[in-house]
Structures are given as C-alpha cells and as structure tokens.
C-alpha cells in the first residue's frame, strides 16, 4: 500500500542553518504531496502542498518540490530561525476516500 | 486559524467513563475527519464522514463511535475509557471526499483527552 517515510529526528541545527527534512513515498497513483508543521501545544498546520510532478510547494520560506522520479517531497529552507522548531509532517492523499497517509514526523530543534 | 473549532481543548476523566468531543468543520466543508495521535502510535486516522454518512473507517476501536449531523457537525464519542486513551484527537475537515488539486485537508487544534 501507500506509504511515506521521513527522516527520523530530532534534527538540531543553528539559527541560520540550511534545513532538508527528506520525505519519500510510495504510491500506486498520482498523490498529491503535504507538508504539516505542528508547533508545540498547538494542532496541526499545512504548510505547502503540491498535486503534481515538478509543482513546487512554499510558504514561510519552507520550499518543497514533486519529484515524481525520486517519488520524493524533500523539504528546505534557506535560514532557520528558532520560531522554526515544531514537529513537521510529510504525507500524501490518493485514493476515492481522500485519507492521507502520514510519515512519523520529524522534530525540529533550532538552537539560538 | 484554520477555521475547525474542537471542543473541549482539554479534558481529563477516569477509566471506564464516556466523554464526547465536538468538532465544527470550515465554513462549507462537507468532509469531517477524526484523527487520533499518541506518543506510541503516532498520528492516526480514526474515521471519516461526508455530508452526514460515514464514508471511510481506520483503526477507530469498536469502544469509540462518530456521527456527523444535518449541520455538519461532528462528535467522536469515546467509551469504556482506558488509560491507553489518552491522546490527543484530532478534527479535520474538506470540501469533498473526492481528491482534487484543490481539496485540502484542515485541522483543528485538537482535544487533550487525558484519562486517569
């Protein structure tokens, strides 16, 4: 079945670091691709989403592109920022019923 | 604000009782999903309803049961509460239940259910 897999965390970096949490998948079809970010004590966000191969997704300076070759969803951002550490999710949707099927998540920690 | 309002935000009870969670979708979403997430299970889909009727079932216990209503709300409704239970539940909500470049998924802040 369809499946997504992260990296696993936590991942420390410094504050203006460059960030890459790696996200692939698996899927019989053509999913559309979301990155979820949930900050601590707080829900879920979507972050960017992208439907089709080469779409790029972005939002708050977080950028992430459809690699329908690779079957990846990587996530990047040029300079982080504390305000940044939050847990982020990949995960995707096909399928008539519209569930999406997440990757464990990956903790993120920025560090002053 | 993703506009999906859940309530309660908080919630703590004993084993074996019953609590009831509240869930109000986007305004004019007709899709409803519950979504359960712990630290040993991770994020989990519960269950689903389109404009009233149950229209896809994940790992939802036979202990907890869901009903959507004619104004769209949602109630998830946890029974026979155990200790495992605690977690924190999850409120979604769509336009449609079918997949589209457009149809996105949006959550609320979620209930803390802590039972003890």
């Known amino acids: 079945g369809d499946s997504v897999t992260q990296m696993e965390g936590p991942v420390t970096l410094s504050e203006e670091a460059f960030l890459t949490i790696n996200c692939t998948y698996t899927a019989t079809g053509y999913p559309s691709l979301f990155w979820y970010v949930q900050y601590p004590g707080e829900g879920l966000q979507l972050l960017l989403k992208?439907?089709?191969a080469d779409d790029k997704g972005s939002n708050k300076g977080f950028e992430a592109t459809y690699r329908k070759e690779t079957t990846s969803f990587h996530l990047e951002k040029g300079s982080v920022q504390v305000s940044d550490s939050a847990v982020y999710f990949c995960?995707?949707?096909?399928?008539?019923?519209?569930?999406?099927?997440w990757g464990a998540g990956t903790k993120l920690i920025i560090k002053p | 604000d993703s506009g999906v309002t859940q309530t309660p935000k908080h919630l703590i009870t004993a084993t074996g009782q019953r609590v009831t969670l509240r869930c109000s979708p986007r305004?004019?979403?007709?899709?409803v999903y519950w979504y359960q997430q712990s630290l040993d299970q991770g994020l989990q889909f519960l269950i689903q309803y389109y404009n009233g009727e149950e229209r896809a079932k994940g790992n939802i216990l036979e202990r907890f049961s869901a009903q959507q209503f004619p104004d769209l709300h949602s109630e998830l409704n946890l029974s026979s509460l155990e200790l495992g239970d605690s977690a924190l539940y999850f409120c979604?909500?769509?336009?449609?239940?079918?997949?589209?470049?457009?149809?996105?998924?949006?959550f609320g802040e979620g209930s803390w259910l802590t039972v003890v």
């Open positions: 992208a439907t089709k």
């Open positions: 305004s004019g979403d007709l899709s």
């Open positions: 979604a909500s769509s336009a449609s239940s079918i997949p589209s470049s457009g149809n996105t998924i949006y």
């Open positions: 995960a995707l949707s096909e399928g008539s019923n519209y569930q999406l099927i």
